[in-house]
Nanobody
Framework: QVHLVESGGGLVQAGGSLRLSCAAS????????MGWFRQAPGSEREFVAA?????VFADSVKGRFAISRDAAKNSVYLQMNSLKPEDTAVYYC??????????????????WGQGTQVTVSS
Protein backbone atom coordinates (compact mmCIF):
# COMPACT_ATOMS: atom_id res chain seq x y z
CA GLN A 1 0.00 0.00 0.00
CA VAL A 2 1.32 3.40 -0.98
CA HIS A 3 1.65 6.14 1.60
CA LEU A 4 2.81 9.73 1.21
CA VAL A 5 3.61 11.53 4.45
CA GLU A 6 4.22 15.28 4.49
CA SER A 7 6.08 17.11 7.22
CA GLY A 8 7.64 20.50 7.85
CA GLY A 9 4.59 22.70 7.99
CA GLY A 10 4.06 25.26 10.71
CA LEU A 11 3.63 28.93 11.58
CA VAL A 12 6.05 31.46 10.12
CA GLN A 13 6.15 35.22 9.77
CA ALA A 14 5.85 36.86 6.39
CA GLY A 15 9.21 36.89 4.65
CA GLY A 16 10.29 33.69 6.35
CA SER A 17 11.01 30.25 4.98
CA LEU A 18 9.82 26.69 5.44
CA ARG A 19 10.88 23.39 3.89
CA LEU A 20 8.23 20.76 3.36
CA SER A 21 9.15 17.11 3.00
CA CYS A 22 7.17 14.24 1.53
CA ALA A 23 8.29 10.68 2.13
CA ALA A 24 6.80 7.93 0.00
CA SER A 25 6.52 4.28 0.93
CA UNK A 26 5.04 1.20 -0.64
CA UNK A 27 6.32 2.01 -4.12
CA UNK A 28 9.32 3.72 -5.69
CA UNK A 29 8.63 7.11 -7.26
CA UNK A 30 12.21 8.10 -8.06
CA UNK A 31 11.43 8.55 -11.76
CA UNK A 32 7.77 9.48 -11.52
CA UNK A 33 6.27 12.91 -11.64
CA MET A 34 5.60 14.26 -8.14
CA GLY A 35 4.01 17.48 -7.11
CA TRP A 36 2.76 19.82 -4.44
CA PHE A 37 -0.71 21.32 -4.27
CA ARG A 38 -2.33 23.55 -1.67
CA GLN A 39 -5.80 24.42 -0.45
CA ALA A 40 -6.63 27.60 1.42
CA PRO A 41 -9.82 27.90 3.51
CA GLY A 42 -12.82 28.43 1.29
CA SER A 43 -10.82 27.79 -1.87
CA GLU A 44 -10.29 24.91 -4.24
CA ARG A 45 -7.07 22.97 -4.19
CA GLU A 46 -4.50 24.49 -6.55
CA PHE A 47 -1.26 23.47 -8.16
CA VAL A 48 1.97 24.76 -6.60
CA ALA A 49 4.95 22.92 -8.09
CA ALA A 50 5.90 19.66 -9.76
CA UNK A 51 9.01 17.74 -10.66
CA UNK A 52 9.65 15.17 -13.33
CA UNK A 53 12.36 15.43 -15.94
CA UNK A 54 12.22 19.14 -15.12
CA UNK A 55 10.31 21.40 -12.78
CA VAL A 56 7.30 23.64 -13.16
CA PHE A 57 5.77 26.19 -10.81
CA ALA A 58 2.58 28.14 -10.41
CA ASP A 59 3.06 31.78 -11.33
CA SER A 60 2.20 32.81 -7.77
CA VAL A 61 5.24 30.99 -6.33
CA LYS A 62 7.73 31.25 -9.17
CA GLY A 63 11.05 32.64 -7.97
CA ARG A 64 10.19 32.00 -4.31
CA PHE A 65 9.64 28.24 -4.12
CA ALA A 66 11.88 25.38 -5.22
CA ILE A 67 11.08 21.70 -5.61
CA SER A 68 13.61 18.90 -5.40
CA ARG A 69 13.78 15.18 -4.84
CA ASP A 70 16.02 12.58 -3.26
CA ALA A 71 15.57 9.37 -5.19
CA ALA A 72 17.48 7.34 -2.63
CA LYS A 73 15.03 8.44 0.06
CA ASN A 74 11.99 8.22 -2.23
CA SER A 75 11.19 11.76 -1.14
CA VAL A 76 10.31 15.14 -2.59
CA TYR A 77 10.80 18.55 -0.99
CA LEU A 78 9.33 22.02 -1.31
CA GLN A 79 11.56 24.89 -0.21
CA MET A 80 9.42 27.95 0.38
CA ASN A 81 11.12 31.33 0.72
CA SER A 82 9.81 34.88 1.02
CA LEU A 83 6.54 33.53 2.32
CA LYS A 84 3.44 35.69 2.14
CA PRO A 85 0.18 35.52 4.12
CA GLU A 86 -1.55 34.37 0.92
CA ASP A 87 0.62 31.25 0.97
CA THR A 88 -1.34 30.08 4.01
CA ALA A 89 -2.94 26.75 3.15
CA VAL A 90 -2.83 23.03 3.69
CA TYR A 91 -0.08 21.68 1.43
CA TYR A 92 -0.48 18.27 -0.18
CA CYS A 93 2.14 16.04 -1.73
CA UNK A 94 1.11 13.95 -4.72
CA UNK A 95 2.71 11.18 -6.77
CA UNK A 96 1.87 10.23 -10.31
CA UNK A 97 2.00 6.98 -12.24
CA UNK A 98 3.48 9.00 -15.11
CA UNK A 99 7.15 9.29 -15.91
CA UNK A 100 8.65 12.19 -17.76
CA UNK A 101 7.48 15.77 -17.67
CA UNK A 102 6.16 17.34 -14.47
CA UNK A 103 2.37 17.34 -14.16
CA UNK A 104 0.15 20.31 -13.27
CA UNK A 105 -3.27 18.75 -12.95
CA UNK A 106 -4.79 16.81 -10.08
CA UNK A 107 -6.20 14.10 -12.35
CA UNK A 108 -2.66 13.21 -13.38
CA UNK A 109 -1.81 12.13 -9.83
CA UNK A 110 -2.69 8.78 -8.31
CA UNK A 111 -1.55 9.10 -4.72
CA TRP A 112 -1.96 11.89 -2.18
CA GLY A 113 -0.67 12.68 1.27
CA GLN A 114 -2.80 13.82 4.18
CA GLY A 115 -1.56 17.40 4.02
CA THR A 116 0.44 19.69 6.27
CA GLN A 117 -0.67 23.12 7.45
CA VAL A 118 1.37 26.18 6.55
CA THR A 119 0.37 29.44 8.20
CA VAL A 120 2.08 32.72 7.34
CA SER A 121 1.40 35.61 9.68
CA SER A 122 1.60 39.22 8.56
Amino acid sequence: QVHLVESGGGLVQAGGSLRLSCAASGRTFSNNAMGWFRQAPGSEREFVAAIGWGTVFADSVKGRFAISRDAAKNSVYLQMNSLKPEDTAVYYCAASGYFGNPRRFEYEYDYWGQGTQVTVSS
